[in-house]
């Protein structure tokens, strides 16, 4: 077969997006953006629900809380691309043969696409008895609780960096009550530096506390992962207290 000398082929081509009337360049930047972001692409080939879904892989091929048999709850789950891994890795679907059948349960305030293998409730986990209906799902505690949750944007950079890590706060209370003994909790925040009362929070409760960025997160975004495996049970959280314990 002759080789082809025009250079087609050799390298991926770059879509430019024309800037239409009535859209905004923002909004256009952003389109480009995602039809060049090589992990949006993947994510259409590989038939998951949004580019998010290599975060949790890359950070579950370096840490490997993941595992056939592990119960995992995942917060606000929409669109489902991370709850789309958990289901392969912890063989929810009992497809990997002498492999532990895992569960997943998928946490959202708004109803989710059904994913194969994967529980979906609607429940705000910020409710007084989330952690009651957690565990009744699961038949028991979770051995992983995992969020990639985001607080609307505000506009205001440091006003939303103070409401994710409030969430993720939130979130790890939640965590503190429904996780098995030696459990994960993964979650987002932005760094900024307002989240050092989370890291002491989590380095009292966790035996390991790691901050990590996987490739797959933006090189522009000042999101990070922060990943606390070993978790020292409920008895050592109690002494805690509650998010807003100290407003009284």
């Known amino acids: ?11 991926e081509l770059r879509v430019k997006v024309k800037t239409a009337r009535g859209r905004k360049l923002s909004s256009t930047r952003w389109l480009e953006r995602q039809l060049n972001d090589p992990y949006v692409q993947r994510a259409r080939a590989e ?14 091929d370096k840490f ?39 569960r997943v349960i998928g946490l959202d305030l708004q109803e989710v696409e059904p994913i194969p293998g994967a529980e979906l409730h609607v429940l705000d986990f910020l409710s007084d008895d989330a952690d009651l209906k957690v565990k009744g799902w699961l038949d028991g505690p979770a051995d992983v609780v995992m969020s990639d949750m985001a607080a609307a944007s505000s506009g205001h950079k440091q006003t939303d960096h103070l409401r994710i890590v409030a969430l993720c706060e939130a979130a790890a209370y939640l965590a503190f009550d429904v996780l098995e003994e030696g459990g994960t909790f993964v979650a987002k925040v932005l760094a900024g530096g307002a989240e050092q009362d989370l890291q002491t929070l989590l380095k009292k ?43 009284a």
Not at 47 to 60: N, P, T, V
């Open 47 to 60: 038939g998951f629900r949004g580019r998010a879904a290599f975060k949790i892989l890359e950070l579950d």
């Open 1 to 11: 077969m002759a080789k082809s000398t025009s250079g087609r082929g050799q390298r």
């Open 64 to 102: 490997r809380f993941l595992v056939p048999g592990a119960r995992v709850v995942d917060l606000g789950c929409a669109p489902g691309g991370w709850c789309q891994v958990a289901v392969q890795r912890v063989n929810a679907l009992g497809e990997k043969s002498g492999k532990k059948k895992g």
């Open 205 to 247: 409760n966790f035996a390991k506390v790691a901050n990590v960025k996987p490739p797959a997160s933006r090189s522009d975004s000042s999101e990070k992962f922060v990943v606390a495996t070993g978790f020292r049970g409920r008895a050592g959280a109690d002494s805690d207290g509650g998010p807003g314990d100290d407003l």
